[in-house]
């Protein structure tokens, strides 16, 4: 697959676990979504889906007015887009997260994984706890909306088909993402320290990667990711598995930048004021989530590894002495950058926050950050007829 590209190989399906629908990601649909799938007739591998046909239409009474067909794309897209944080980030919750009744289905976790996470910061497991409660409410609280308003919601459920990981502690279940593959783009690190450069303005500036990460997992596949030589002092835990950890990190500042900008960027586009509001109330705290694991993922500790599975290697750099402004880790604010025009003074702000092809954009930094390897055709087809009608949306219309 190439990373540019919403393809994907089909792959013969695995058949989701049959456990408890207690499962976050499934507790919105007891007793309140008995109505059609919003993704129903999606079943043929190749269909061609248009943007038009993903676009809600009044349903049981409820009448959708008050909201336009692109009011209603966006927020579809969005809810999309929180089901797939949804279920990553209970991926990571299962294996390194605060263990608790809050979050349905965990199960003691792995204690190494969260001790490999807290070299970053003491406080890990309850950050990623946290950060997965916020995403479930995101895509529970957009459903529910649409639902008010007689639209659709976004129901992924047919696509949980990609394998979990068989560490102890992680459940066995279908899952919509992979996190043993990714490569994760850290350039958001230079992005808000470059000062003169804004990818709005100048979109063919490339800006440098942080540390270069290519086919890594970001969790312990099994138990045996848990074991081997530990020569990075001080902490006793395998080098393998502190590699593990700092890929999530990363990865971590990763997904949160990316809602980030997305949330202003579709903002632009809204026509109701209600719409614009949820859009503006949420995107903030997908901006704490960012800062916050962009802080902690400059602890990352000086190491090279070889996966003993792939064989792909990576080395992370000390980043907290004798790096220049563009690596420096403590330099977690956006600096000042043009903005609009070169013409303006520099301003601290968000970036990217171009509206023109941002969900499509999204679309296409997730799939190559490596999390959809293994999905259906089908898949990129919905994902891509989201993301199309999201970005035809015009203000007014």
């Known amino acids: ?103 349905s289905g965990v199960n003691g976790g792995s204690p190494l994984y969260m001790q490999a996470l807290q070299i970053l910061d003491g406080d890990m497991p309850q950050y990623i706890h946290d950060n997965t409660d916020d995403e479930i409410s995101h895509f529970e609280f957009i459903n529910a909306y649409l639902i008010s308003k007689g639209a659709d919601p976004v129901n992924l459920d047919q696509f949980r088909t990609l394998p979990s990981s068989k560490a102890t502690g992680a459940r066995d279940l279908g899952r919509l993402t992979n996190l043993m593959n990714l490569t994760v783009d850290t350039s958001f690190w230079t992005r808000y320290r470059i000062g003169n450069e804004n990818p709005d303005l100048d979109p063919t500036f490339v800006f440098p990667q942080a540390d270069t990460i290519v086919n890594r997992t970001a969790i312990p596949r099994t138990d045996d990711d848990l074991v081997g030589p530990a020569k990075i002092a001080p902490h006793n835990i395998p080098d393998h598995l502190k590699a593990i950890a700092f890929t999530a990190g990363f990865h971590f500042a990763f997904i949160e930048q990316g809602g980030t900008s997305l949330y202003p960027s579709l903002a632009q586009r809204v026509r109701n004021v209600e719409v614009l509001r949820i859009l503006l109330s949420i995107g903030p705290t997908e901006t704490a989530h960012f800062q916050t694991w962009h802080d902690k993922a400059g602890n990352a500790l000086a190491l090279t590894d070889v996966d003993p599975v792939t064989g792909a290697s990576v080395t992370f750099k000390n980043l907290i002495t004798n790096q220049p402004e563009s690596l420096q880790s403590n330099l977690i604010m956006p600096e000042p950058t043009d903005f609009l025009s070169h013409k303006f003074p520099a301003c601290s702000i968000i970036r990217p926050t171009r509206t023109k092809g941002a969900a499509m954009g999204a679309a296409r930094a997730l799939t190559a950050d490596g999390l959809f390897i293994g999905q259906s055709s089908d898949f990129f087809t919905a994902l891509h007829a989201l993301a199309q009608a999201a970005d035809a949306a015009v203000r007014g219309f």
Not at 12 to 41: I, Y
């Open 1 to 103: 697959m190439k990373n540019d590209e919403l393809t994907s190989t089909v792959l013969p399906e695995t058949t989701p676990s049959t456990t408890k629908k207690e499962d976050a990601t499934t507790r919105l649909w007891q007793g309140v979504v008995k109505r059609r799938s919003f993704l129903k007739g999606l079943g043929v591998a190749g269909a061609a889906v248009s943007a038009g046909a993903l676009l809600t239409s009044e349903s049981e009474g409820q009448s959708s007015t008050s909201l336009t067909k692109g009011d209603v794309a966006i927020l579809q897209f969005l809810s999309a887009a929180e089901i797939i944080e949804s279920d990553l980030w209970l991926q990571y919750t299962e294996l390194g997260g605060t263990q608790d009744s809050e979050e």
